[in-house]
């Protein structure tokens, strides 16, 4: 099998077979799956296909190693953990070449990515170690009150293609460092850097005598029917899922019937605002950030533009200039500053959703096209004179299209910023600290980013309010996810 856009060297070593109780192999079914370079079409290599039979198996070594990963000192844990990002560290480029592979961002975006990993499991393996506990008088006096930590029990982790590293990392890291084993359904577009990182960790386990069935690795082509008998399953204690509101809404059904502990990372529509006492170039520089990266295929991606009206047309110079210099192609050339987008569909979608807004009015200022060639590539866009009822800025669009919106009072602008089902993130340019202030109190969102593009962070919690999740990832606050709480009267 030809692989066009990975060294040797990184192919010859990704693992392509299940993960269940420490080895790798193929699916009971026999099935495989292709897995391609959505820059060049191309398959990059044939992966197992994990069906329910292997979902249950792997449940059943993760259920056997419950007991014994409870038991491991948390030391021990952290050690583990250290040594994964030591590993991590030690591999950045193979698994960048792997992220930018099949996913298709430019190498420097992924390189940025796999030290973003990295740094979860890092973080948690520090935490690892500082999990509390309380212990007090009742205030009525009589008797004394202990609160314990203990570890949920086995979790299944469902993760999105967009972020192949970071979203595994996210979830494994504080899953494991809380005493969890652990389940991963990788997404069926990139599992590859998954099986990468989940190899680092099973030769850790081994090297250390620690529990084989601590970590199972699922790619699979049907995800319904892998999850359904997993989430059925009264061995399963947790699930937490990162990827779309419409399919988190179906987990968050299935979980309800066993009451399954979960933890939600979903949809995004997040409003970038600029103001008119912004520093505008540094508003366009935190806008292509904000915007651009992956191809905006994030979930913290600005969706929307609501700039200020006596500011707007020098923002909008400013982004279509920036769009205009970016440079689409393969990820792994140099020189590339946007890649392509996952699949065709997506491709599909995001013109569809610029012609409809150009239908309505919108006028395109750089961009606004599919280039010829192979691979899945939408030019970057930007559209203004947009209207709020534009597909562009009411749906997520998870492509290069940056819709700019005008608005006169800093009311209007918090009430079209929340005017969505969403809330995961919102950014903000002023340099007011008053308005700050008042943004914090009103815009309805788990993140807030203040003249900046970036908000993530390791040692930060993660996540959105209303339709974009429950929990928090990253932080003291992501490995409470993964404990339950046992409060002890004595
Ligand atoms: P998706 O279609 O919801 O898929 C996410 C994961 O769920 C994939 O592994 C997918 O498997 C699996 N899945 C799909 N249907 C399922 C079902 N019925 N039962 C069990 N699992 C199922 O989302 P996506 O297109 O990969 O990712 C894009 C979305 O993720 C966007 O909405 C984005 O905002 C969101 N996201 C959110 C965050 C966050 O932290 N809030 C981060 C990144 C992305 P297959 O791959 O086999 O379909």
Redesign the pocket.
Known sequence: MSTPTLPPTVAAHVPTELLIDGVWRPAASGRRFEVADPATTQVLFEVADAGPEDALAALTAADSAREEWRAVSPRARAELLRAVFEEMRAHAEDLAALVTAEGGKPLAESRAEVAYAADYVRWYSEQAVRLDGLARRAPAGGAHQLVLRRPVGPALL??????PIA?IARKMAPALAAGCPVIV?????APLTTAYVAEMVRAELEARGLPAGVLGILP??S??AL?TPLLADPRLRKLS???????GR??LRSAAQSVLRTSM????NAPFLVFDDADIPAAVEGALAAKMRNSGQ??VAANRFLVHESVAAEFTDGLTAAFDRLVMGHGATPGTTAGPLIEAAAVERVAAAVAAAVDGGARVRSGGHRPRGAGYFYAPTVLENVSPDDLVVTE?V?GPVAPVMTFATEGEAVALANGTEFG?VAYAYTRDVGRVMRLVESVETGMLGINRGMVSDASAP?G?VKS??LGREGGEAGIEEYLETVYVAL
């Open positions: 469902i993760t999105p293609w967009n972020f979203m359904k990788p997404a069926q577009l699979s082509s995800a319904g999850t899922f990162t990827g779309s509101t419409e399919v179906i987990l990372e979903l949809g995004g994030t979930c997520e998870f995961l993660f959105g974009s999740g």
